[in-house]
């Protein structure tokens, strides 16, 4: 299993010093989130020479590996030409991955929850052009549920990845979207065991039930949006001992697959960079303790 950190929160340091940041927190692996620089938010990858030179000099000089690339782009429509503008994305960043020597490339769904049908539709249309492009580069996509998405179900996303019948394309649990995933009943026990064979990657972090009442007040009332957080271990109400539990029940750490190698474990904590010094360290050592026994 790759215990990977997410550099979202320290995005602003230049790569050299980002790589060098997380090996100083004892990781091995980076989970390289979306990066001005390199894999941004919706548009085009930016990568150049210079980039990909960088980065691979610093992964050098400190051992570390990238796990596993995210991308995020609007391949779900239900605009036909933004549609194909993410394919066309899409298919540069693979280029990257497999310049990099990234096995893997985790992703949301990016659709709109006010036209699901369309944005299934145009999904299913990205990843017939894709999928054999994915298949041929010998790269593993893991696919998750975001809130504000067409679909935020656990188990309904779980059925689209299995529905394509690719070892190419896997599930990714990302714990802090839990009480969407179920509408807030926050069962990642039975979520988990739903994803079963198909759960090739699990984001780490804490959030807030948002489905209680005033937990969150958002005005004006009925605002089209959704609110999570991912916050440390403790600091919201995601049951971290059920979710261990299970994750050692289905031998998660143990688990490699025929694309992509490994399972992967990233910890995925936004929004307050100065607890990173401690929390940085301490979600390893837990996830360390829970899952590999040191």
Same mark, same amino acid.
């Given at each position: 299993?790759?215990?990977?950190?997410?550099?979202?929160?320290?995005?602003?340091?230049?790569?050299?010093?980002?790589?060098? +940041?997380?090996?100083?927190?004892?990781?091995?692996?980076?989970?390289?989130?979306?990066?001005?620089?390199?894999?941004?938010?919706?548009?085009?990858?930016?990568?150049?020479?210079d980039?990909?030179?960088?980065?691979?000099?610093?992964?050098?000089?400190?051992?570390?590996?990238?796990?596993?690339?995210?991308?995020?782009?609007?391949?779900?429509?239900?605009?036909?030409?933004?549609r194909?503008?993410?394919?066309?994305?899409?298919?540069?960043?693979?280029?990257?991955?497999?310049?990099?020597?990234?096995?893997?490339?985790?992703?949301?769904?990016?659709?709109?929850?006010?036209?699901?049908?369309?944005?299934?539709?145009?999904?299913?249309?990205?990843?017939?052009?894709?999928?054999?492009?994915?298949?041929?580069?010998?790269?593993?996509?893991?696919?998750?549920?975001?809130?504000? #998405?067409?679909?935020?179900?656990?188990?309904?996303? &779980?059925?689209l990845?299995? !529905?394509?019948? !690719?070892? *190419?394309?896997?599930?990714?649990?990302?714990?802090? *979207?839990?009480?969407?995933?179920?509408?807030? &009943?926050?069962?990642? !026990?039975?979520?988990?065991?739903?994803?079963?064979?198909e759960? !090739?990657?699990?984001?780490?972090?804490?959030?807030?039930?948002?489905?209680?009442?005033?937990?969150?007040? &958002?005005?004006?009332?009925?605002?089209?949006?959704?609110?999570?957080?991912?916050?440390?271990?403790?600091?919201?109400?995601i049951?971290?001992?059920?979710?261990? +539990?299970?994750?050692? #029940?289905?031998?998660?750490?143990?688990?490699?697959?025929?694309?992509?190698?490994?399972?992967?474990?990233?910890?995925?904590?936004?929004?307050?960079?100065?607890?990173?010094?401690?929390?940085?360290?301490?979600t390893?050592?837990?996830?360390?303790?829970?899952?590999?026994?040191?």
């Open positions: 299993m790759k215990i990977a950190f997410d550099v979202d929160v320290i995005k602003e340091m230049s790569i050299t010093d980002m790589v060098r +940041q997380v090996a100083e927190w004892g990781y091995g692996y980076i989970e390289q989130s979306p990066h001005p620089r390199i894999n941004p938010f919706y548009k085009h990858p930016r990568a150049g020479r980039v990909i030179t960088e980065y691979k000099r610093a992964l050098k000089e400190t051992g570390v590996e990238i796990s596993s690339f995210i991308v995020v782009y609007r391949w779900s429509g239900p605009d036909e030409s933004r194909q503008a993410a394919v066309k994305n899409w298919k540069r960043m693979i280029e990257i991955a497999v310049e990099m020597g990234v096995p893997v490339i985790n992703t949301e769904l990016s659709g709109t929850p006010n036209e699901p049908e369309i944005c299934d539709e145009m999904w299913y249309r990205s990843m017939e052009e894709l999928l054999p492009i994915i298949e041929r580069e010998g790269i593993r996509v893991e696919i998750q549920s975001h809130p504000w #998405d067409f679909c935020e179900l656990n188990n309904e996303t &779980v059925d990845v299995s !529905s394509l019948r !690719s070892d *190419h394309v896997k599930y990714l649990y990302s714990v802090p *979207h839990s009480f969407y995933y179920d509408r807030g &009943v926050g069962d990642v !026990s039975g979520m988990l065991n739903y994803a079963g064979k759960l !090739s990657h699990v984001l780490i972090a804490d959030t807030m039930n948002h489905t209680r009442n005033c937990r969150y007040i &958002v005005n004006p009332p009925g605002v089209d949006a959704t609110i999570h957080q991912h916050v440390g271990i403790g600091e919201g109400e049951n971290f001992d059920a979710l261990f +539990q299970t994750l050692r #029940d289905i031998n998660f750490a143990d688990r490699t697959f025929n694309v992509g190698g490994e399972a992967i474990i990233a910890t995925s904590l936004f929004g307050y960079p100065e607890k990173m010094q401690r929390q940085a360290v301490e390893r050592e837990r996830i360390e303790r829970e899952l590999l026994k040191k």
